[in-house]
């Protein structure tokens, strides 16, 4: 059975990041695969709204998830939402997928939100 860890990402983490978002983009896109960019990765690990979990498998970074933290306009209270998640295409069908969305659902159940979308 293989260990998969889940995390916060931090900016140290700018370069396992940077070639997924680089297979995220490719995939979601279909075209010439892109360069990984630390740069980018970096912008998105620094960013003051999204909030990135990674999942490794056996050590190394599988996937990520990429969530926000919302004011519920109709209530005042908090929810959740699910912006972006990706595995990289040899560790699916291996419990990445659920280990994020497991992580994502954690942190609603920790803050109290309304719900998660």
């Not at 990402?9 to 010439?32: K, T």
């Not at 998105?44 to 050590?59: K, M, P, Q, S």
Request: hydrophobic letters at 45%.
């Amino acid at each position: 059975m293989s260990t998969i860890e889940t995390t916060r990402l931090s900016i140290g983490d700018a370069h396992e990041l940077a070639p997924l978002l680089a297979a995220c983009a490719q995939e979601r896109n279909r075209g010439a695969p892109r360069r990984p960019d630390e740069f980018y990765a970096e912008l998105l690990l620094n960013d003051r709204t999204a909030e990135i979990l990674g999942a490794r498998l056996e050590g190394r970074l599988a996937g990520f998830a990429v969530f926000f933290d919302l004011p519920d306009m109709m209530n005042g209270r908090r929810i959740g939402q699910l912006n972006e998640m990706f595995v990289i295409q040899d560790s699916r069908e291996q419990g990445v997928e659920k280990a994020l969305l497991d992580a994502v659902a954690g942190e609603a159940a920790k803050r109290d939100w309304d719900n998660l979308r």
